[in-house]
Each structure stands twice: as structure tokens, then as C-alpha cells.
């Protein structure tokens, strides 16, 4: 009697436990999907860079942009960034070496 009562008690223990395991598993939020985040950046650039409209962006129009961007940057005006005006912007280094770039 003592052991199927032992044997009751460790299967309800188990049990629980492994219901809170899975509950905490799923309150865990999900991370979203890198892939799916970056394609919606890409479809807003698309959108920004893409001045006539054709579904491609151009050297002319990716230049345009970067220039655009560049004088947005350039606070002082010196046709210079300094290293505060960089800091201060939100640009950063892709985390990929620049020579992986080319490949």
C-alpha cells in the first residue's frame, strides 16, 4: 500500500513538473524570423530608393540615396563625416568581414 502510494506521489510530481516545464516553454515568446525582418527592411528601402518605380534599384538611384544620406549625415556641412557625426547616426558595420563580401 505504502508503495503505490510512494508510486502515486512520484508520478504526480513528475507530471506536474513536467507541465510547468511546458508552460514556461510556452511563455517563452518566440524570436522573430531574421530572414522575414530582413526582407521587410528590404522592401522598405525598395520603396525609399526605388524612384521610378520598376521593382529594381539602379547604380543612379542607389547613388542618389547614398548621397542623399550622406549629406544628412554631414551635420556641419564640411563634405566630411567626422567620427561624431558617425556616432551619432544609427550606421554600423555588417558583422561580415569585407573580404567574404566579394564571394
Known sequence: MTRKILLIALASVIFSLTGTAVAQKASIPKQPDKAAMA?????????????????????????AFMEAEFDRLDKDK??????????????????????????
Open 39 to 63: 526582407n521587410v527592411h528590404v522592401q522598405e528601402l525598395l520603396l525609399v530608393m526605388d524612384t521610378d518605380k520598376n521593382g529594381k534599384i539602379s547604380k543612379q538611384e542607389w547613388m
Open 78 to 103: 564640411t563634405g566630411q563625416l567626422s567620427p561624431q557625426e558617425i556616432a551619432q547616426s544609427k550606421v554600423s558595420v555588417s558583422q561580415r568581414p569585407f573580404a567574404a563580401a566579394g564571394k
